[in-house]
């Protein structure tokens, strides 16, 4: 899934170009910004963090600048989701938009139950489905399903495997976007609890909004819960995930929370 995001980003430089466009700490032959800009902008981009900024001060300079990184953004189509929110850092938001991806297993139910935790499995317990009604998103073709008895399930995300270093999580602490797609098919609750933690599997930062009632009436439709978590200080280094739910009318069978294409990202604060 792209490259992985690298926690050695130099700390970013406000400066200029050298206005003679030679340095003389630099290579035998200079180089003019504008070429050098676009050999860089076809190489690798961590290549051109971890290896051509450590050449010379001329070779950082081109790396480093704000505009290099912005229209890197733009040749890879990397554009923020609100065009009036610039972003403060291009450099951090074009890795940020590289590895942006959903760090949840399996979220939609097509591998069956793998990747999840079955903490309670009550009633008939988690089924898979092909949704009752359509989702928003046509290519979504499965869901979960709860019983007539508490049915709950989690994962537990280890950002350090997924390639988010220590040093990146405590200096830039990235929004990290919360999303999960629920309907009821009979009178139903549903429950959903998200928690930030530490490395003991200490609480930082938690979302966890309540029990749901939801009527048979709205079985036709699908809603999001959306949460964003924010300036959560240092110290991340798991995100623990948990939903379910059951429903209300004791039937055997499936009839309760329906569930699918729950997501966890790391993303730029302007695209939250």
């Known amino acids: 899934m792209g490259e992985t ?13 050298p206005k003679s466009g030679w340095d003389s700490t630099g290579p035998d032959v200079p180089i003019p910004l504008d070429i050098l800009e676009e050999i860089f902008l076809n190489l690798p981009a961590q290549q051109v963090v971890c290896v051509c900024r450590l050449v010379c001060h001329q070779w950082k300079d081109v790396a480093d600048n704000e505009s290099f990184w912005r229209e890197r953004c733009r040749r890879e189509g990397y554009h923020p989701r609100n065009p009036s929110k610039v972003p403060r850092d291009w450099r951090l938001f074009y890795f940020m938009n590289k590895n942006r991806r959903n760090l949840i297993t399996n979220p939609r139910g097509e ?78 609750e549903y429950n959903i609890s998200v928690k930030l933690l530490r490395s003991n599997r200490k609480v930082i930062q938690e979302f966890t909004p309540g029990t749901l009632y939801l009527p048979e009436s709205e079985n036709h439709r699908w809603q999001q819960m959306i949460h964003v978590f924010k300036d959560y200080g240092p110290g991340v280094r798991y995100i623990y995930f948990e939903h379910g739910g059951k429903d209300q009318v004791f039937w055997a069978g499936w009839y309760g929370i329906r569930l699918t294409e729950t997501c966890i990202e790391l993303c730029p604060a302007c695209d939250t």
């Open 5 to 17: 995001f690298s926690s050695n980003l130099p700390v970013r430089r406000t400066g200029s170009f």
């Open 111 to 188: 591998a069956g139950l793998d990747g999840w935790n079955i903490i309670k499995n009550g009633g008939d317990g988690w089924r898979v489905e092909k949704p009752m009604a359509p989702h928003p998103n046509a290519e979504i073709q499965t869901n979960f399903v709860t019983s007539f008895s508490m049915c709950t399930k989690s994962q537990l995300i280890d950002l350090k495997k997924e390639g988010y270093s220590q040093a990146f999580m405590d200096e830039f602490q990235p929004h990290i976007r919360v999303s999960d797609w629920y309907a009821p098919r009979c009178n139903c």
